[in-house]
């Protein structure tokens, strides 16, 4: 049972988490570092969160936009997550971008 859980997860990572919407995705800046979306944890959920992106790729700045998570660690855990993400860089670019991004969190 749990073979066929972790192969749905791993079949459907777009469905769990992704980055949503914002001009980040409009400008179509890709994420270097690759993620994974699903993240193991203390408690099943998810966490929407508002990434603002420098022209380094680096998250200056993040804001809970939405979440079924109960516990504030395990919202703070996926925020410290989401603030290691880095973007591709470029002088191109607005000065800040933002981008919403969708995390799981499987026990």
Do not use: W
Not at 59 to 81: H, Q
């Amino acid at each position: 049972m749990r073979q066929l859980l972790f192969l749905f997860l791993l079949i459907s990572t777009t469905s769990f988490g992704q980055l949503i919407s914002g001009t980040l995705v409009e400008e179509g800046r890709k994420v270097l570092n690759k993620p994974a979306f699903i993240i193991e944890g203390m408690t099943n959920g998810y966490a929407k969160y508002e990434l603002a992106v420098n022209r380094e790729g680096k998250v200056t700045s993040t804001r809970l936009v939405d979440t079924n998570l109960k516990s504030t660690p395990a919202t703070f855990t996926i925020n410290n997550y989401v603030k290691t993400f880095t973007f591709q860089s470029g002088t191109y670019y607005p000065k800040f971008q933002h981008v919403i991004v969708k995390v799981a969190m499987m026990k």
